[in-house]
């Protein structure tokens, strides 16, 4: 069964920290794999999005990795900002989808910046 | 949130009435998404359309209905057969290209009571 699954479930850490999310997938093949941030009340909006032969990707502060053997992503998140509060939600679109794109979705890593 | 949009973007019902959402994208995209979030939960497919008068059932259409009379639209009935469809209903769309990029509006919150 095509499963992605994100860890920590949440996460609480102080403005200006680093830290780094957990995706681990067991679709195969995959076309991509996309970051979305989701603000509380919000709709997804895109990050980052690697094919399966790209490694890493960034978007300012926020760097994401895939490694397809392992089938693990994790993105970075440098010098975080309140800003930064929400949730983050991997998907990865499994390959031959095609225009019907049925993406599998994570459940999301809920992060908090506090000041 | 892009070209989407999504009213109203709290919504209120009595358990037993039809509710309908609204959806609307001045992206030219052909391919339009309705999905649902629950706490706890990914975001699970309902319907999508990929062309004007021709839509498919997604993983959870039961209690659902679409409509796909035009190109910007695609509206959503949240029937009573819906057993729990207290929720947050999320539209996207998206090119047809190798991309298959998806753009999320914001968002409705129905409460049915």
């Known amino acids: 069964k095509n499963q992605v699954e994100q860890s920590p479930q949440s996460l609480i850490i102080l403005e200006g920290k680093n830290c780094t999310l957990q995706c681990n997938y067991t679709v195969s093949p995959f076309s991509n794999l996309r970051w979305y941030k989701q603000d509380t009340g919000r709709g997804p909006v895109s990050l980052t999005i690697?094919?399966?032969?790209?490694n890493t990707k960034s978007n300012g502060r926020y760097t994401a990795t895939l490694d397809a053997d392992t089938k693990q992503s994790s993105l970075h998140i440098t010098a975080s900002q309140l800003s930064d509060s929400a949730s983050y939600i991997c998907?990865?679109?499994?390959f031959g989808g095609g225009a019907t794109n049925k993406l599998i979705f994570g459940t999301g890593t809920l992060l908090a910046v506090q000041p | 949130d892009g070209g989407i949009t999504q009213s109203p973007k709290y919504l209120f019902r009595k358990e037993g009435q039809n509710v309908t959402l609204s959806c609307e994208q001045n992206l030219n995209h052909d391919a339009m998404y309705w999905y649902r979030q629950d706490p706890g939960q990914g975001l699970r497919l309902i319907y999508y359309?990929?062309?004007?008068?021709?839509?498919q059932k997604g993983d959870i259409a039961e209690g659902y209905s679409v409509s796909r009379e035009k190109k910007e639209s695609f509206p959503l009935t949240v029937t009573s057969a819906q057993k729990n469809p207290t929720a947050f209903y999320l539209c996207?769309?998206?090119?047809?290209?190798?991309?298959?990029?998806?753009?999320f509006g914001p968002g409705t919150r129905l409460t049915v009571t």
């Open positions: 996207a769309s998206g090119r047809q290209d190798s991309s298959y990029e998806q753009y």
């Open positions: 998907v990865v679109s499994p």
């Open positions: 359309s990929q062309i004007v008068n021709d839509f």
């Open positions: 690697m094919t399966f032969s790209e």
